[in-house]
């Protein structure tokens, strides 16, 4: 089967500030003045470890991470280690003159400049963030912790009234505002006495804001509420459903960023109330990719559908569906896609989607168009077939075995799936089992030049020329390869970890790149160019 994996590279994203920072820090961010800002991304990396917070106080950046790790700098570009070594730290603020830094098993860090730090607790529950207002600092964590201090130094613990795990807290308009888990809204005149707004969902919120008279709440599956007063909530429309992970104010604009397991989704606002999505140089893992009409069109997690007329400009567009499609096809002037849940997605143009009814609830992984007629396949032998995307007919596979890849040529659709298996049928109703000679796994088929070439597990590579009669073929990996397409005279297959091996005849295989650390699930040829899409948004093209 694919996996997905977390690449953790230490990423710091720059934006194009103008204004001064302010007073906030942390999840609550900053106030600042100046144009709209916030929209155009610049990639930092530092080759270290995971950065859980960022603050701007004193004329400084700080950001802070797991190990203990502490960056500063002076303009959001150059930065430099100032410590390594300890428990994680979730969250830092700037308050009163003061840098105070929190983190696991109770960890709090304090300096006066971001440079020189000083240990000041240790032990009880992990802190997950911190604030200042109304001249004292207050820190939330697991279990509903809630500690307070007037110097950063002296810390005392107040009752919440809550367990669940508290992951965010600002101030403003007078009021602090601690979130978490299960919908956990909490206030407070003074970070001592506190009162429960909780809103009684099954979503957990990951950070707070304020700014702009305005409390903004962010968390899972794109959730996002607002506030005048912390008390009274209102849901509004964030067009991702992407986890978001943390929010900030500064400069007239507020910022959420998030994603799937890091997938990169900033959206900017300039109110809390109408949010766009701006690029931040990743994104959700895509599973899969097709060509039709002029128009290569990416699927992926959470809903991703991406468009492009050359595989370099990509657009995003509205799905209308938070399931996972791993499967596009082109055919009859009409594009769909397939995936989690039975999902079935159609559209004329690549830009506005339909979701149609499936009759199944099974994954769907595949999906091709031939004879007239798309054949979707997936979990337990499933296998649909509709003469115009919008109308389907579940069909008898014989098998109970998953199917992953489905392709068309030569008369002839060929199904492949778990454990060798391959099936044939000449008009996708009428379903055939054939003798592959292997037991891996096969994910992905294609045709071209007169072959069918299979790819899987470990690297395996079947070839045909009818679709009856396999021969199993050298990859020269034993990475897992996930998908295979043909185009300008050239096989393309690509798989885990990023192997990208070429074949002119389906028989001698070439690798082109190993190890590149980005699985890529889905390859396909238009318009004179080969796209390749997998984890963390990437998106590779080749002449």
Known sequence: MKTFGLYEEGFLAACNINGGGGTGGGSGGGEGGGRE????????????????????????????????????????VNWTWQALGGYDLKSVTYGNGLFVAVGEW???????????WTWQALGGYDLKSVAYGNGTFVAVGLR????????????????????????????????????????????????VNWTSRALWTIYSFNGVAYGNDTFVAVGEWGTILTSPDGVNWTWRTSGTSSWL???????????????FNDGGTILTSPDGVTWMQQTSGTGNWLLGVAYGD?????????????TSPDGVNWTRRTSGTRSWPSGVTYGNGTFVAVGYGGTILTSPDGVSWTERASGTSEWLYGVTYGNGT????????????????????????????????VTYGNGTFVAVGEYGT???????????????????SLYGVTYGNGLFVAVGEDGAILTSPDGVTWTLRNSGTNRDLYDVAYGNGLFVAVGEDGPILTSPDGVNWTARALKFYRSLNGVAYGNG???????????????
Request: proline share 4%; no cysteine; glycine share 20%.
């Open 374 to 405: 798309f054949v979707a396949v997936g979990y337990g032998g499933t296998i649909l077939t509709s003469q115009d995307g919008v109308n389907w007919t579940a069909q008898a596979s014989g098998t109970s075995s998953p199917l992953f890849g």
């Open 529 to 543: 160019t080969f796209v390749a899409v997998g984890e963390e948004g990437i998106i590779l093209t080749s002449p």
């Open 144 to 191: 509903g912790t809630i500690l307070t201090s007037p110097d950063g130094v002296n810390w005392t613990q107040r009752t919440s009234g809550t367990r669940s795990w508290l992951s965010g807290v600002t101030y403003g308009n007078g009021t602090f505002v601690a979130v978490g888990e299960w919908g956990t809204i909490l206030t407070s005149p003074d970070g």
């Open 106 to 116: 109770g960890t709090i860090l304090t300096s006066p400049d971001g440079v020189n």
């Open 294 to 306: 002029g128009l290569f069109v990416a699927v992926g997690g959470w809903g991703t559908i991406l």
């Open 37 to 76: 800002v916030g929209t155009t991304w610049t990639l930092r990396s530092w080759r270290f470890g995971v950065f859980y917070g960022v603050t701007y106080g004193n004329g400084l950046f700080v950001a802070v991470g797991e190990w203990g790790t502490i960056l500063t700098s002076p303009d959001g």
């Open 245 to 259: 992970y943390g929010v900030a104010y500064g400069n007239g604009l507020l910022v959420a960023v998030g994603g």
């Open 422 to 440: 391959i099936l044939t049928s000449p008009d996708g109703v009428n379903w055939t089992p054939q003798t592959s000679g292997t037991y891996r």
